[in-house]
Protein backbone atom coordinates (compact mmCIF):
# COMPACT_ATOMS: atom_id res chain seq x y z
CA UNK A 1 0.00 0.00 0.00
CA UNK A 2 1.58 3.28 -0.82
CA UNK A 3 2.06 5.63 1.74
CA UNK A 4 1.38 9.21 1.19
CA UNK A 5 1.80 12.76 3.10
CA UNK A 6 -0.63 16.19 2.36
CA UNK A 7 1.63 19.45 3.44
CA UNK A 8 -1.24 21.79 2.85
CA UNK A 9 -3.95 19.48 2.82
CA UNK A 10 -6.67 22.20 3.20
CA UNK A 11 -5.72 24.45 0.36
CA UNK A 12 -6.88 24.28 -2.92
CA UNK A 13 -4.12 22.03 -4.43
CA UNK A 14 -4.29 20.03 -1.18
CA UNK A 15 -8.21 19.36 -1.88
CA UNK A 16 -7.24 18.29 -5.07
CA UNK A 17 -4.98 15.75 -3.72
CA UNK A 18 -6.95 14.98 -1.18
CA UNK A 19 -10.25 14.22 -4.14
CA UNK A 20 -8.09 12.10 -5.92
CA UNK A 21 -7.09 9.80 -3.23
CA UNK A 22 -10.59 9.51 -2.39
CA UNK A 23 -11.38 8.72 -6.20
CA UNK A 24 -8.42 6.04 -5.84
CA UNK A 25 -9.36 4.36 -3.12
CA UNK A 26 -9.30 6.39 -0.37
CA UNK A 27 -7.92 4.89 3.31
CA UNK A 28 -8.49 1.55 1.87
CA UNK A 29 -5.74 2.11 -1.06
CA UNK A 30 -3.38 4.53 0.50
CA UNK A 31 -1.76 4.79 4.23
CA UNK A 32 -1.94 8.30 4.98
CA UNK A 33 0.75 9.36 6.91
CA UNK A 34 0.41 12.97 8.02
CA UNK A 35 -1.93 15.68 6.81
CA UNK A 36 -0.81 19.49 7.69
CA UNK A 37 -2.85 22.62 7.77
CA UNK A 38 -3.43 25.88 8.82
CA UNK A 39 -6.26 27.62 9.82
CA UNK A 40 -9.11 25.52 9.09
CA UNK A 41 -9.18 23.16 11.51
CA UNK A 42 -12.52 21.47 10.49
CA UNK A 43 -11.81 20.70 7.16
CA UNK A 44 -8.41 19.11 8.29
CA UNK A 45 -9.86 16.81 10.97
CA UNK A 46 -12.61 15.96 8.63
CA UNK A 47 -9.72 14.82 5.94
CA UNK A 48 -8.08 12.97 8.57
CA UNK A 49 -10.90 11.18 9.64
CA UNK A 50 -12.00 10.10 5.96
CA UNK A 51 -7.90 9.19 5.51
CA UNK A 52 -7.26 7.76 9.17
CA UNK A 53 -4.55 9.90 8.74
CA UNK A 54 -1.78 8.77 11.48
CA UNK A 55 -0.80 12.60 12.27
CA UNK A 56 -2.60 15.95 11.61
CA UNK A 57 -0.90 19.24 11.89
CA UNK A 58 -1.92 22.55 11.76
CA UNK A 59 0.93 25.63 11.42
CA UNK A 60 -0.69 27.21 14.63
CA UNK A 61 0.08 26.21 18.08
CA UNK A 62 -3.14 28.23 19.09
CA UNK A 63 -4.99 26.17 17.07
CA UNK A 64 -3.89 22.52 18.71
CA UNK A 65 -6.25 22.35 21.53
CA UNK A 66 -9.13 22.73 18.44
CA UNK A 67 -7.59 20.21 16.83
CA UNK A 68 -7.17 17.57 19.28
CA UNK A 69 -10.96 18.58 19.86
CA UNK A 70 -11.94 17.64 16.38
CA UNK A 71 -10.05 14.21 16.15
CA UNK A 72 -11.60 13.00 19.36
CA UNK A 73 -12.26 9.33 19.22
CA UNK A 74 -9.61 9.07 16.46
CA UNK A 75 -6.47 7.33 16.33
CA UNK A 76 -4.97 10.32 14.52
CA UNK A 77 -2.54 11.99 16.52
CA UNK A 78 -2.58 16.28 16.75
CA UNK A 79 0.71 18.27 16.18
CA UNK A 80 1.27 21.96 15.52
CA UNK A 81 3.76 24.86 14.64
CA UNK A 82 6.70 24.60 12.77
CA UNK A 83 7.94 21.42 14.64
CA UNK A 84 4.59 19.43 14.15
CA UNK A 85 5.43 20.55 10.06
CA UNK A 86 8.82 19.09 10.22
CA UNK A 87 7.56 15.63 12.31
CA UNK A 88 4.64 15.47 9.19
CA UNK A 89 7.94 16.14 6.41
CA UNK A 90 10.07 13.84 8.34
CA UNK A 91 8.21 10.90 8.90
CA UNK A 92 8.45 7.70 6.10
CA UNK A 93 6.03 8.40 3.64
CA UNK A 94 6.38 6.87 -0.27
CA UNK A 95 5.22 10.29 -1.90
CA UNK A 96 4.96 13.80 -0.35
CA UNK A 97 2.92 16.63 -1.83
CA UNK A 98 3.95 20.28 -1.03
CA UNK A 99 0.92 22.57 -1.10
CA UNK A 100 1.51 24.59 1.71
CA UNK A 101 1.26 28.55 0.31
CA UNK A 102 4.36 30.25 0.15
CA UNK A 103 8.02 30.21 1.80
CA UNK A 104 6.59 28.34 4.85
CA UNK A 105 6.76 25.29 2.29
CA UNK A 106 10.51 25.27 2.26
CA UNK A 107 11.18 23.84 5.72
CA UNK A 108 8.94 21.14 5.46
CA UNK A 109 9.99 21.05 2.16
CA UNK A 110 13.58 20.47 2.71
CA UNK A 111 12.75 17.95 5.27
CA UNK A 112 11.66 15.73 2.96
CA UNK A 113 14.43 16.07 0.49
CA UNK A 114 16.60 15.14 3.52
CA UNK A 115 15.14 11.93 4.11
CA UNK A 116 15.83 11.24 0.56
CA UNK A 117 12.19 11.00 -0.29
CA UNK A 118 9.76 12.01 -2.91
CA UNK A 119 8.62 15.12 -3.35
CA UNK A 120 5.82 16.06 -5.57
CA UNK A 121 6.39 19.69 -5.42
CA UNK A 122 3.29 22.74 -6.17
CA UNK A 123 5.37 25.18 -3.68
CA UNK A 124 7.18 26.70 -6.63
CA UNK A 125 8.12 28.97 -3.79
CA UNK A 126 10.68 26.39 -2.97
CA UNK A 127 12.78 26.05 -6.45
CA UNK A 128 12.32 30.02 -6.27
CA UNK A 129 14.02 30.95 -2.64
CA UNK A 130 16.43 27.95 -2.36
CA UNK A 131 16.71 26.54 -6.23
CA UNK A 132 20.98 25.74 -5.64
CA UNK A 133 20.15 24.37 -1.67
CA UNK A 134 17.43 21.86 -3.23
CA UNK A 135 19.26 20.66 -6.31
CA UNK A 136 22.51 19.94 -3.77
CA UNK A 137 20.20 18.11 -1.15
CA UNK A 138 18.53 16.10 -4.01
CA UNK A 139 21.37 15.23 -5.18
CA UNK A 140 23.01 14.24 -2.12
CA UNK A 141 20.16 11.96 -0.60
CA UNK A 142 18.84 10.76 -3.58
CA UNK A 143 15.29 12.48 -3.26
CA UNK A 144 12.93 12.79 -6.07
CA UNK A 145 11.50 15.87 -7.09
CA UNK A 146 8.43 15.97 -9.41
CA UNK A 147 6.75 18.80 -10.92
CA UNK A 148 2.90 19.83 -9.81
CA UNK A 149 2.79 23.20 -11.44
CA UNK A 150 0.78 23.03 -14.69
CA UNK A 151 3.25 23.82 -17.16
CA UNK A 152 6.19 22.32 -15.11
CA UNK A 153 4.40 18.94 -15.15
CA UNK A 154 3.63 19.41 -19.09
CA UNK A 155 7.62 20.22 -19.62
CA UNK A 156 8.34 17.34 -17.57
CA UNK A 157 6.29 15.37 -19.70
CA UNK A 158 7.27 16.65 -22.94
CA UNK A 159 10.94 16.30 -23.07
CA UNK A 160 10.82 12.47 -21.03
CA UNK A 161 14.40 11.41 -22.43
CA UNK A 162 15.20 14.25 -25.13
CA UNK A 163 18.69 15.37 -24.97
CA UNK A 164 18.78 18.66 -23.20
CA UNK A 165 21.22 20.04 -25.83
CA UNK A 166 18.56 19.38 -28.57
CA UNK A 167 16.40 21.83 -26.92
CA UNK A 168 16.13 25.23 -28.49
CA UNK A 169 13.56 26.55 -25.91
CA UNK A 170 10.53 26.08 -23.66
CA UNK A 171 7.42 28.21 -23.58
CA UNK A 172 5.45 28.45 -20.55
CA UNK A 173 1.75 29.62 -21.25
CA UNK A 174 -0.10 32.16 -19.01
CA UNK A 175 -3.70 33.20 -19.43
CA UNK A 176 -2.62 36.66 -18.95
CA UNK A 177 -5.15 36.82 -15.50
CA UNK A 178 -7.84 38.91 -14.36
CA UNK A 179 -6.52 42.13 -15.80
CA UNK A 180 -5.32 40.84 -19.06
CA UNK A 181 -7.60 43.18 -21.58
CA UNK A 182 -7.78 46.75 -18.82
CA UNK A 183 -5.89 49.68 -20.11
CA UNK A 184 -2.71 50.11 -18.61
CA UNK A 185 -4.05 52.87 -16.89
CA UNK A 186 -6.28 51.27 -15.22
CA UNK A 187 -4.30 49.10 -13.36
CA UNK A 188 -2.75 51.16 -10.44
CA UNK A 189 -6.92 51.30 -9.00
CA UNK A 190 -7.20 47.60 -9.54
CA UNK A 191 -8.88 46.46 -6.27
CA UNK A 192 -8.13 42.94 -4.14
CA UNK A 193 -11.33 41.75 -5.23
CA UNK A 194 -11.28 42.40 -8.85
CA UNK A 195 -7.89 40.87 -9.04
CA UNK A 196 -8.98 37.76 -6.95
CA UNK A 197 -11.18 36.60 -9.97
CA UNK A 198 -8.95 34.47 -12.34
CA UNK A 199 -10.57 34.01 -15.68
CA UNK A 200 -9.83 29.78 -15.75
CA UNK A 201 -8.64 28.37 -13.02
CA UNK A 202 -9.63 27.87 -9.43
CA UNK A 203 -7.18 28.51 -6.84
CA UNK A 204 -6.46 30.25 -3.34
CA UNK A 205 -6.47 34.05 -3.42
CA UNK A 206 -2.91 34.58 -3.33
CA UNK A 207 -1.80 33.27 -6.32
CA UNK A 208 -4.61 34.13 -8.02
CA UNK A 209 -3.46 37.59 -7.29
CA UNK A 210 0.04 36.67 -8.21
CA UNK A 211 -1.26 35.85 -11.49
CA UNK A 212 -3.05 38.69 -12.84
CA UNK A 213 0.24 40.57 -11.86
CA UNK A 214 2.01 38.33 -13.73
CA UNK A 215 4.07 37.49 -10.57
CA UNK A 216 3.00 33.66 -10.87
CA UNK A 217 4.50 33.18 -13.95
CA UNK A 218 8.08 35.01 -12.77
CA UNK A 219 7.64 32.55 -10.11
CA UNK A 220 7.13 29.67 -12.48
CA UNK A 221 9.79 31.05 -15.07
CA UNK A 222 12.48 31.00 -12.23
CA UNK A 223 10.82 27.46 -11.51
CA UNK A 224 11.34 26.01 -14.92
CA UNK A 225 15.12 27.60 -15.04
CA UNK A 226 15.85 25.57 -11.40
CA UNK A 227 13.29 22.76 -12.23
CA UNK A 228 15.24 21.41 -15.69
CA UNK A 229 18.19 23.24 -15.61
CA UNK A 230 17.60 25.51 -18.78
CA UNK A 231 19.61 28.65 -19.31
CA UNK A 232 17.03 31.79 -18.54
CA UNK A 233 17.26 32.81 -22.34
CA UNK A 234 15.36 30.01 -23.65
CA UNK A 235 13.05 30.30 -21.74
CA UNK A 236 9.69 32.25 -23.03
CA UNK A 237 6.04 33.26 -21.99
CA UNK A 238 3.19 32.72 -24.37
CA UNK A 239 -0.55 34.85 -23.67
CA UNK A 240 -2.74 32.24 -23.88
CA UNK A 241 -5.81 32.85 -22.72
CA UNK A 242 -7.85 29.88 -22.98
CA UNK A 243 -5.28 27.64 -20.46
CA UNK A 244 -5.24 24.50 -22.86
CA UNK A 245 -1.62 24.44 -23.84
CA UNK A 246 0.14 24.76 -20.68
CA UNK A 247 3.89 24.23 -22.18
CA UNK A 248 5.62 23.62 -25.80
CA UNK A 249 8.83 22.31 -26.48
CA UNK A 250 10.67 23.71 -29.71
CA UNK A 251 13.67 21.23 -30.50
CA UNK A 252 16.33 21.85 -32.92
CA UNK A 253 15.03 20.42 -35.89
CA UNK A 254 12.52 22.87 -36.03
CA UNK A 255 10.06 20.34 -34.33
CA UNK A 256 7.66 21.67 -31.71
CA UNK A 257 5.89 19.58 -29.10
CA UNK A 258 3.31 20.97 -26.81
CA UNK A 259 1.25 19.30 -23.71
CA UNK A 260 -2.60 20.26 -23.34
CA UNK A 261 -5.04 19.45 -21.32
CA UNK A 262 -8.17 21.24 -19.53
CA UNK A 263 -7.14 23.36 -16.54
CA UNK A 264 -7.74 20.75 -13.72
CA UNK A 265 -4.95 20.49 -11.27
CA UNK A 266 -6.02 17.30 -10.61
CA UNK A 267 -4.28 15.87 -13.27
CA UNK A 268 -0.63 17.31 -12.60
CA UNK A 269 -0.92 16.35 -9.36
CA UNK A 270 -2.42 12.76 -10.26
CA UNK A 271 0.56 12.36 -12.74
CA UNK A 272 2.84 12.78 -10.00
CA UNK A 273 0.65 10.59 -7.70
CA UNK A 274 1.17 8.05 -10.30
CA UNK A 275 4.74 8.68 -11.96
CA UNK A 276 6.09 6.73 -13.71
CA UNK A 277 2.67 4.70 -14.82
CA UNK A 278 -0.01 7.44 -16.48
CA UNK A 279 -3.49 6.17 -14.08
CA UNK A 280 -7.22 6.86 -15.21
CA UNK A 281 -8.21 10.29 -13.47
CA UNK A 282 -11.21 12.10 -13.07
CA UNK A 283 -10.44 14.66 -15.20
CA UNK A 284 -11.88 15.33 -18.40
CA UNK A 285 -10.93 14.56 -21.96
CA UNK A 286 -10.20 17.59 -23.72
CA UNK A 287 -12.40 18.10 -26.58
CA UNK A 288 -10.70 20.49 -29.22
CA UNK A 289 -13.10 20.76 -31.66
CA UNK A 290 -16.03 21.88 -28.87
CA UNK A 291 -13.04 24.71 -27.60
CA UNK A 292 -12.61 25.28 -31.49
CA UNK A 293 -10.25 28.34 -31.19
CA UNK A 294 -6.72 28.17 -29.53
CA UNK A 295 -5.01 31.91 -29.44
CA UNK A 296 -1.70 33.19 -28.68
CA UNK A 297 0.14 35.70 -28.03
CA UNK A 298 3.63 38.01 -26.26
CA UNK A 299 3.57 39.27 -23.03
CA UNK A 300 3.80 43.02 -22.73
CA UNK A 301 6.20 43.71 -20.39
CA UNK A 302 5.49 47.28 -19.71
CA UNK A 303 1.97 46.03 -18.78
CA UNK A 304 3.85 43.19 -16.36
CA UNK A 305 7.04 44.28 -15.14
CA UNK A 306 7.08 41.07 -12.58
CA UNK A 307 8.33 39.48 -15.95
CA UNK A 308 11.29 41.46 -16.57
CA UNK A 309 12.34 41.29 -12.84
CA UNK A 310 12.46 37.56 -13.10
CA UNK A 311 14.78 37.77 -16.12
CA UNK A 312 17.24 40.09 -13.82
CA UNK A 313 16.82 37.37 -10.80
CA UNK A 314 17.86 34.80 -13.31
CA UNK A 315 20.76 36.30 -14.40
CA UNK A 316 21.91 37.66 -10.89
CA UNK A 317 21.66 34.53 -9.34
CA UNK A 318 22.98 34.10 -6.00
CA UNK A 319 20.13 34.84 -3.27
CA UNK A 320 17.90 36.72 -5.60
CA UNK A 321 15.75 34.10 -6.01
CA UNK A 322 14.82 34.29 -2.14
CA UNK A 323 14.87 38.36 -1.93
CA UNK A 324 12.28 38.43 -4.85
CA UNK A 325 10.10 35.65 -3.52
CA UNK A 326 10.17 37.26 -0.04
CA UNK A 327 9.51 40.54 -1.56
CA UNK A 328 6.86 39.77 -3.52
CA UNK A 329 5.08 38.12 -0.41
CA UNK A 330 5.68 41.22 1.36
CA UNK A 331 4.16 43.28 -1.56
CA UNK A 332 1.63 41.39 -1.95
CA UNK A 333 0.42 41.10 2.16
CA UNK A 334 0.33 44.62 1.94
CA UNK A 335 -1.60 45.23 -1.39
CA UNK A 336 -4.24 42.81 0.10
CA UNK A 337 -4.06 44.37 3.07
CA UNK A 338 -4.85 48.20 1.11
CA UNK A 339 -0.62 49.61 1.90
CA UNK A 340 0.18 48.97 -1.61
CA UNK A 341 -1.58 50.01 -4.79
CA UNK A 342 -1.47 47.27 -7.46
CA UNK A 343 1.02 48.53 -9.83
CA UNK A 344 2.99 49.47 -6.39
CA UNK A 345 3.89 45.86 -6.21
CA UNK A 346 6.45 45.54 -8.88
CA UNK A 347 8.77 48.46 -7.73
CA UNK A 348 8.55 47.18 -3.90
CA UNK A 349 9.85 43.90 -5.58
CA UNK A 350 12.60 46.32 -7.72
CA UNK A 351 13.35 47.99 -4.70
CA UNK A 352 14.47 44.93 -2.57
CA UNK A 353 16.08 43.25 -5.53
CA UNK A 354 18.34 46.65 -5.86
CA UNK A 355 19.07 46.95 -1.93
CA UNK A 356 20.26 43.20 -2.03
CA UNK A 357 22.67 43.92 -4.25
CA UNK A 358 23.92 46.64 -2.78
CA UNK A 359 24.62 43.89 0.53
CA UNK A 360 26.33 41.60 -1.56
CA UNK A 361 23.42 39.18 -1.74
CA UNK A 362 23.74 37.83 -5.01
CA UNK A 363 27.41 36.37 -4.63
CA UNK A 364 26.82 33.31 -3.91
CA UNK A 365 23.81 31.37 -3.64
CA UNK A 366 22.80 30.14 -0.23
CA UNK A 367 24.12 26.88 0.67
CA UNK A 368 21.62 26.52 3.95
CA UNK A 369 17.98 26.98 5.23
CA UNK A 370 19.28 29.59 7.34
CA UNK A 371 21.52 31.86 4.83
CA UNK A 372 18.09 31.56 2.97
CA UNK A 373 15.85 32.79 5.41
CA UNK A 374 18.31 35.17 6.39
CA UNK A 375 17.79 36.99 2.69
CA UNK A 376 14.07 35.88 3.01
CA UNK A 377 13.97 38.49 6.00
CA UNK A 378 15.82 41.02 4.12
CA UNK A 379 13.69 41.04 1.25
CA UNK A 380 10.24 41.42 2.94
CA UNK A 381 12.05 43.94 5.43
CA UNK A 382 13.51 45.86 1.82
CA UNK A 383 10.20 45.60 0.43
CA UNK A 384 8.27 47.15 3.60
CA UNK A 385 10.55 49.94 3.34
CA UNK A 386 9.72 51.03 -0.23
CA UNK A 387 6.29 52.28 0.96
CA UNK A 388 7.77 54.77 3.18
CA UNK A 389 8.72 56.27 -0.11
CA UNK A 390 6.15 56.03 -2.15
P1 LIG B 1 -4.04 27.82 -0.64
O1 LIG B 1 -3.91 29.17 -0.04
O2 LIG B 1 -5.35 27.43 -1.20
O3 LIG B 1 -3.62 26.71 0.45
C1 LIG B 1 -2.43 26.80 1.16
C2 LIG B 1 -2.29 25.68 2.18
O4 LIG B 1 -1.20 26.01 3.06
C3 LIG B 1 -3.48 25.49 3.09
O5 LIG B 1 -3.51 24.14 3.55
C4 LIG B 1 -3.16 26.42 4.26
O6 LIG B 1 -3.88 26.08 5.45
C5 LIG B 1 -1.69 26.16 4.41
N1 LIG B 1 -0.95 27.26 5.00
C6 LIG B 1 -1.19 28.59 4.88
N2 LIG B 1 -0.26 29.30 5.55
C7 LIG B 1 0.58 28.38 6.10
C8 LIG B 1 1.75 28.49 6.93
N3 LIG B 1 2.24 29.69 7.32
N4 LIG B 1 2.37 27.37 7.32
C9 LIG B 1 1.90 26.15 6.95
N5 LIG B 1 0.78 25.98 6.18
C10 LIG B 1 0.15 27.09 5.76
O7 LIG B 1 -2.89 27.70 -1.71
P2 LIG B 1 -2.91 26.92 -3.11
O8 LIG B 1 -3.39 25.52 -2.89
O9 LIG B 1 -3.55 27.75 -4.14
O10 LIG B 1 -1.36 26.90 -3.47
C11 LIG B 1 -0.44 26.10 -2.73
C12 LIG B 1 0.90 26.13 -3.45
O11 LIG B 1 0.76 25.50 -4.72
C13 LIG B 1 1.43 27.54 -3.75
O12 LIG B 1 2.81 27.52 -3.68
C14 LIG B 1 0.99 27.79 -5.20
O13 LIG B 1 1.84 28.70 -5.87
C15 LIG B 1 1.13 26.39 -5.78
N6 LIG B 1 0.27 26.12 -6.91
C16 LIG B 1 -1.08 26.26 -6.79
C17 LIG B 1 -1.93 25.97 -7.85
C18 LIG B 1 -3.41 26.06 -7.71
O14 LIG B 1 -4.12 25.66 -8.65
N7 LIG B 1 -3.96 26.55 -6.60
C19 LIG B 1 -1.38 25.57 -9.14
C20 LIG B 1 0.05 25.38 -9.15
C21 LIG B 1 0.84 25.66 -8.06
P3 LIG B 1 -5.36 26.72 5.79
O15 LIG B 1 -6.06 26.94 4.51
O16 LIG B 1 -5.96 25.63 6.65
O17 LIG B 1 -5.10 27.97 6.57
Same mark, same amino acid.
Given at each position: ?? &?????? @? ?5 ? &????? !? %? ?5 ? /? ?13 ? +???? #? ?13 ? =? ?6 ? +? ?24 ? !? ?31 ? #? ?25 ? %? ?7 ? #? ?20 ? @? ?9 ? $? ?10 ? &? ?6 ? =? ?20 ? $? ?6 ? #? ?80 ? /? ?7 ? !? ?5 ? %? ?8 ? /? ?10 ? +? ?14 ? @? ?5
Amino acid at each position: MK &SVTILG @ATGSVGE &SAFDL !L %QHEGGAD /AFRTVALTGGRNIAR +LAEM #ARALRAELAVTAWPD =LLPDLRDA +LAGTQTRALAGPEGLAEAAAREADWT !LSAIVGAAGLAPGLRVLERGGVLALANKETLVA #AGRLVTATSARTGARLLPVDSEHSAIF %QLLGHEDRA #AIRHISITASGGAFRDWPLERL @ASATVAQASCH $PNWSMGQRITID &SASMFNKA =LEIIEAHEFFDIPAERIRVLIH $PQSIVHAM #ASFCDGSSTAHLGVPDMRHAIGYALNWPERRALPVETLDLASIGTLTFDRPDEGRWPALRLAREVMAAGGAAGAVFNAAKEQ /ALDDFIAGR !LRFTDMA %QAVQHALESA /AGQGGFARSPAT +LDEVLDWDRAGRRAAA @AWKGRA
